[in-house]
């Protein structure tokens, strides 16, 4: 027999689902359709869109100058990812498997860099790299350097900004992937002869996979956005795809082609997602026994 909802239970699942739909279409889809719209659009003289259909913008990206800043996005924010990868799980697997009492205490350690604005926390980077900053100043006081090390303004600079940043985002779900592994099947491999080693590649690390990628994702595709820190600890030495994109929307007034970068890189982020939900779907298949 068929359910009938009651005029009161629809009442109020409209008056749940609608603020949110509404939210969603008028900050979310209705942008991103009106950016897909102008990407394919030509841009005018006075920098103001021409609503005449073209794929020139998609064919100025194969451009060898914005392939090169492509590229150069991917291999910094692969390299964060990397880095806070090798960085973060040795610290989440050491937070997972601390006391109780111990334990909050870490996780505020990693929760305190939300509570400040990251711009603030920006120039504070900037403070410690640049070449009157602090660690020069202490380089050279205790007799390590004799001059300065150029910190800023270079692609060091770019990512350790990025690191700083992005760290958290690895830690957290790596943290929580660990916390539910169950200790007894460490035991039982080491039990059975496994090797350190062995038991961290065979066990442990297949474990927590879903960690991997959640934390992989989460560090990797912001790194594509985070235009904020290429300007300020890159200058105008650093471009990559986030400045590139700020750019044309804010300086050349070339919306169409912002608008077809821009796409691009969601393109980008949807396929890494789609690979994620595929992998977690199939977490399964990677468990080792």
């Not at 889809?29 to 897909?36: G, N, S, Y």
């Not at 610290?91 to 997972?96: L, R």
């Amino acid at each position: 027999m068929e359910k009938r909802i009651s005029p009161k239970n629809k009442a109020g699942f409209l008056a749940t689902v609608l603020p949110v739909t509404i939210w969603m279409l008028a900050f979310f889809i209705v942008p991103l359709a009106l950016i897909l719209i102008v990407s394919f659009c030509a841009r005018g003289e006075a920098g103001d869109v021409v609503y005449s259909f073209t794929l020139s913008n998609y064919g100025r990206i194969f451009n060898k100058l914005y392939l090169m800043i492509f590229f150069k996005s991917v291999l910094i924010g692969l390299f964060t990812t990397i880095v806070c990868l090798v960085l973060g799980y040795p610290f989440a697997f050491i937070i997972a498997r601390s006391s109780k009492k111990l334990r909050p205490i870490f996780l505020l350690l990693i929760m305190i860099p939300f509570w400040t604005n990251s711009l603030v926390r920006t120039y504070a980077m900037i403070i410690l790299l640049r070449t009157e900053g602090i660690i020069n100043t202490l380089l050279m006081n205790i007799g390590l350097i004799n001059e300065p090390l150029q910190m800023m303004y270079n692609n060091f600079a770019v990512t350790i900004g990025m690191l700083y940043m992005m760290f958290p985002f690895m830690v957290l779900p790596l943290y929580a992937s660990i916390e539910k592994l169950d200790m007894r099947i460490l035991e039982a491999a080491e039990d059975l002869g496994a090797t350190p080693v062995n038991k961290f590649l065979k066990v442990t690390l297949p474990l927590t996979k879903s960690g991997i990628i959640s934390g992989s994702l989460l560090v990797f595709v912001p790194t594509l956005g985070l235009f904020f820190i290429t300007d300020l600890m890159g200058g105008s030495k650093v471009v990559l795809m986030s400045n590139l994109i700020k750019n044309q929307f804010l300086t050349a007034r070339d919306w169409p082609f912002g608008s077809a970068i821009s796409v691009i890189l969601m393109i980008v982020m949807v396929i890494l997602i789609f690979y994620y939900t595929k992998s977690s779907g199939n977490k399964q298949k990677w468990e080792v026994f």
